[in-house]
């Protein structure tokens, strides 16, 4: 699974000094943070990122309360990204997102890499195509064609 961006609001602004205390709170407890958002500065900060992958021990709702606990404000979660690397890796988590099964494939067009993605069809009934294609573009950064096929189940 690739690397997820699990975004934290602050109910109230947060003073530097205040935020470089709660960084420091996260980063003893293994946190990996988004660095542009590890930096305070002058100003009053609003958020932070932290980054999580399979082996982190923390879901994204756990971060709101070590959040919460690190920056002494009410927190929320925002919105849950993944990095991407433009892998067949990061095609198959946006499958598994999807909850489908499927086969990817590279082939050099003219202008680059185009990346075949074979779903059955009988799982395509339930997914709008353009969400999947819009989320297989958008994690692969290349020209992506879906496919459909009747037996990719089956074997």
């Known amino acids: 699974m690739p690397t997820a961006v699990v975004r934290i609001h602050f109910a109230s602004p947060v003073e530097p000094a205040a935020f470089e205390r709660g960084v420091a709170f996260l980063r003893e407890r293994g946190i990996p943070l988004v660095e542009y958002t590890a930096v305070a500065s002058e100003e009053v900060l609003n958020e932070i990122s932290l980054l999580r992958d399979e082996a982190q021990q923390w879901t994204p709702d756990d971060a709101v309360a070590l959040c919460a606990e690190a920056f002494g404000v009410s927190v929320r979660r925002g919105p849950v990204t993944y990095v991407s690397r433009g892998t067949n890796a990061d095609a198959e988590s946006v499958l598994a997102r999807f909850d489908l099964d499927g086969r990817v494939r590279r ?38 064609r879906i496919e459909l096929d009747a037996a990719v189940n089956a074997g």
């Open 107 to 144: 082939e050099t067009g003219d202008d680059g890499d185009i990346v075949i993605v074979t779903v059955s069809g009988t799982d395509m009934r339930r997914v709008p195509e353009s969400r999947l294609h819009t989320a297989l573009e958008a994690a692969l950064n290349a020209e992506v």
